[in-house]
């Protein structure tokens, strides 16, 4: 029996890499639709009755109950393994070229923390489009705030974790109000329709991500500090926070069209973004 070469071995990867790309591709649009339901439903909170600020499981839940859910669930579900995988080539492959620098692994650590997170919700998906479970009782950083909670060392990681959300949070934030976040779209290939929306959509998207993405990260660090687990929130959590401060149905409101933004914003990724891992701009 023949052993592959090194360089068989690679040129096999280079026809595997299209695959896993357009798989990411997939994975972008699976998460776009979940948020674009949070927002919704965030909206629906902010403007009258017939609707909750929720995470995203609630968001999962709420796809079951519509007609054909259980079809869209196995596509969000297998979807969001797309962009688990296209995380995880982030962290460690680098495709991106974020480099080995403090600022270079933070946002890679960020990506590997996203493919853990992102593993749960795709699981919780997948239950419940299976009838073998349901989403889960809360967001995802919550369920990994107390699994870590009970580790050596836990409350550290927990605080390790939060800093780094954190940290991801700006990066967003920043990008949306810079809008560097077009130097990742392949232009040349949008009309000007595209190029607008994809403009308006990541740049309010990505603003109202990052300052919930920060208050996330606040209650991570939160619960590290105080031992209590209680104290950590998700997604929703941060939503409700929102919602009860002065003027908090206004705020709510206006974050709650960011994720819809947010959503169209991952969609669009998933059409035009580079992705340079096989065929260079693919």
């Known amino acids: 029996m023949n052993t592959p070469t090194k360089a068989q071995a690679k040129d096999k990867m280079k026809e595997a890499k299209p695959w896993v790309r357009r798989f990411g591709r997939f994975g972008y649009m699976a998460k776009g639709v979940v948020y674009g339901m949070i927002g ?7 403007f009258g009755p017939g609707g909750e600020t929720t995470g995203t499981s609630g968001a999962l839940q709420s796809i079951a109950e519509m007609p054909f859910g259980e079809v869209a669930l196995w596509i969000i579900g297998i979807g969001l393994i797309g962009y688990i995988v296209w995380d995880f080539i982030k962290a460690i492959k680098d495709p991106e070229n974020e480099g080995t620098d403090a600022k270079g692994l933070i946002k890679r650590t960020g990506y590997f923390i996203s493919g853990i997170i992102y593993a749960n919700l795709a699981f919780g998906a997948i239950k419940l489009a299976s009838h073998t479970g349901n989403a889960g009782s809360g967001d995802s950083e919550k369920t990994m705030s107390v699994n870590l909670m009970e580790q050596p060392f836990g409350e550290w990681l927990i605080g390790l974790i939060g800093a780094i959300i954190i940290g991801y949070g700006l990066y967003e934030l920043f990008s949306g109000v810079k809008e560097k976040f077009m130097e990742k779209f392949k232009t040349n290939e949008m ?4 190029r607008k929306v994809a403009l308006i959509s990541g740049k309010v998207g990505l603003i109202a991500r990052g300052v919930v993405l920060c208050m996330v990260g606040f209650f991570f660090i939160k619960t590290a500090y105080t031992h209590d687990a209680n104290h950590s929130k998700g997604l929703g959590g941060a939503l409700d926070e929102l919602a009860s401060q002065p003027f908090g149905q206004f705020i709510l409101a206006m974050v709650a069209v960011g994720l819809i ?22």
């Open 191 to 194: 009309n000007a329709k595209e």
């Open 40 to 46: 919704v439903l965030a909206a629906l909170a902010a």
């Open 261 to 282: 933004l947010y959503g169209i914003y991952q969609i669009i990724r998933g059409r035009y973004q580079h992705m340079n891992f096989g065929h260079k701009g693919k």
